[in-house]
């Protein structure tokens, strides 16, 4: 069965710092992979989605860009943390049309 | 753009209670609808999905949603609430001409009283 994980969990950085999430898929090979951001009351908001290896596409400009090194790795980064970058961060795989989510990631930046 | 609306954003219930959360996309083409639910602390995880066939669709823990064409849209039901159905809802929609691509409503936090 596939899984899905993320790392960490929590996170809390200073503003100015740099940022690196980390997202992994187990069980299948190629697949889609997705990060979202979701803030209160705002449902979740696509960032950045990718359909293989080096092949990323920006939803959003931010101050955020996203890595995909490997078929099942996927990262999100920032070379200097923003106050509004605060948020939980959520990575997904697809199938089809279906996404499964990952348990995230909740960035506190001060 | 092509956009999904929640019009409820809370929405407070006594156990028993029917439920209904709105769900309503923009014109598009040919669409998959999903409802999502994320429980406290857990992962979004999906509660049931349309893709062709019948318009009324199950799904898990007594949840069932309309999808009517004419209306753009896709509500969510479940005729008697519990406790434990206090979560967070999101309705997403994949537009046919998008690829795998999700859009999400701006969700519905569901508090249920006992």
């Known amino acids: 069965s596939q899984t899905i994980h993320q790392w960490p969990a929590t996170l809390v950085q200073p503003v100015g710092s740099p940022l690196s999430l980390e997202c992994t898929v187990e069980?299948?090979?190629?697949?889609?992979l997705y990060w979202y951001r979701q803030a209160a009351g705002r449902g979740l908001q696509l960032l950045f989605y990718?359909?293989?290896?080096?092949?990323i596409s920006s939803e959003v400009p931010q101050n955020l860009s996203a890595s995909r090194p490997q078929d099942r790795q996927f990262i999100l980064s920032s070379k200097k943390l923003l106050l509004s970058d605060s948020g939980f961060y959520l990575c997904?795989?697809?199938?089809?049309?279906?996404?499964?989510f990952g348990p995230g990631t909740r960035l506190t930046v001060l | 753009a092509q956009s999904v609306s929640q019009h409820n954003h809370h929405v407070i219930l006594s156990e028993a209670a029917s439920l209904e959360l709105g769900c309503n996309y923009s014109?598009?083409?040919?669409?998959?609808l999903f409802w999502y639910v994320q429980y406290p602390g857990q992962h979004l995880q999906l509660l049931l999905k349309?893709?062709?066939?019948?318009?009324l669709v199950k799904g898990i823990k007594g949840f069932e949603a309309e999808f009517i064409k004419s209306k753009f849209s896709f509500n969510l039901r479940k005729p008697s609430v519990q406790w434990s159905d206090t979560a967070e809802y999101f309705c997403?929609?994949?537009?046919?001409?998008?690829?795998?691509?999700?859009?999400f409503g701006g969700g519905t936090r569901l508090m249920v009283k006992p």
């Open positions: 997904a795989w697809s199938r089809r049309s279906e996404q499964f």
């Open positions: 014109y598009g083409g040919t669409v998959n």
């Open positions: 349309y893709f062709s066939g019948d318009p």
């Open positions: 069980g299948t090979s190629n697949p889609n």
């Open positions: 990718s359909v293989g290896i080096g092949q």
């Open positions: 997403a929609v994949n537009w046919n001409n998008a690829g795998n691509m999700l859009t």
